[in-house]
């Protein structure tokens, strides 16, 4: 079941869990910054909110769509990581009186990032961005947690991280669904930061050889399986990372050397590919990886 819900789609995954796909473009006044998949899982004591949005109307956004499908109370918000999508929408949940939980590790991101995220988020979103204030969550984890709901079981898992260093799994094991936030893309190029390459590629190796989900609600784009939300982010990733050590290994003077001139068309199927700098920018910091693990 898909439906329209203002700047999302709501896609029932099965009777307890709720995907919430938003564009795979650019942050706008019309998507209230949700760019991405988040979502949401009933259980028997009420809601769990994956991901509280971009902006504080696209928070009042995801509540409207919980409300749509059901009464229960919100008892529980995750962050699954530090991007402002994730975790911008915090304010409007804490004022219901929800509790909110994400990594170590997202925190921490979320407090180095803040005045860059909201800067660009108020710039992006314009009046839609109004009444959006920045606070963090109250609980935190480590490694891993297990939320205290009933009748569902719900995991939050920190491998290390992907797109952002505090990125989370939500495992739901019984009914083999993962909710990925930023390890996963599908449909769309992801953007990699600086020094995440190779844990991101970590991170996806256990969801491979680990969870081995049925069903992925990645970060961005549709729910989907493991072999696209493979295709679509490890084999890239991997690429990138082989293709600098090719280029290390036959004599590139430097990472920017290694970067250049590299053919990337395989991926052309995705959205954002025909953007060089995005493109380049990937293939940049993940040939500075390469050359920093051998030392150069």
Do not use: C
Not at 153 to 175: A, C, N, S
């Amino acid at each position: 079941m898909a439906a329209a819900a203002g700047p999302f789609e709501v896609v029932r995954v099965d009777d307890r869990v709720y995907a919430l796909v938003g564009e795979l473009g650019q942050r706008s006044p019309e998507n209230l910054g949700h760019n991405m998949t988040s979502g949401f899982v009933i259980a028997d004591n009420g809601v769990v909110v994956i991901d509280t949005g971009g902006s504080a109307r696209d928070a009042k956004a995801i509540h409207d769509a919980v409300r749509q499908v059901t009464k229960k109370p919100i008892v529980w918000a995750v962050d699954t990581g530090g991007q402002d999508h994730r975790w911008l929408g915090n304010e409007y949940f804490r004022k219901l009186g929800v509790p909110i939980v994400a990594s170590k590790a997202a925190i921490r991101d979320m407090r180095d990032r803040t005045a860059e995220q909201v800067g660009r988020a108020r710039s992006l979103l314009g009046k839609q961005f109004a009444g959006t204030r920045a606070i963090y969550p109250k609980h935190s984890f480590a490694h891993r947690y297990t939320l205290p709901v009933q009748g569902i079981r719900m995991e939050l898992i920190y491998t290390g991280g992907g797109h952002t260093r505090g990125d989370i799994f939500v495992w739901l094991p019984k009914q083999r669904i993962v909710f990925t936030g930023d390890i996963v893309f599908v449909q769309r190029l992801l953007g990699l930061m600086p020094g995440t390459g190779f844990q991101w590629i970590k991170s996806l190796e256990y969801l491979r050889d680990t969870l081995k989900p049925a069903v992925v609600v990645p970060g961005h784009g549709h729910v989907t399986g493991l072999k696209e939300a493979m295709r679509d982010s490890y084999d890239y990733l991997v690429f990138l990372r082989e293709s600098a050590q090719h280029a290390l290994d036959n004599g590139a003077f430097d990472p920017v050397e290694a970067s250049q001139g590299l053919d990337q068309a395989r991926f052309s199927y995705l959205a954002n590919y025909d953007d060089v700098r995005f493109r380049s920018i990937n293939a940049l910091h993940m040939a500075e990886e390469v050359y920093s693990a051998a030392g150069m």
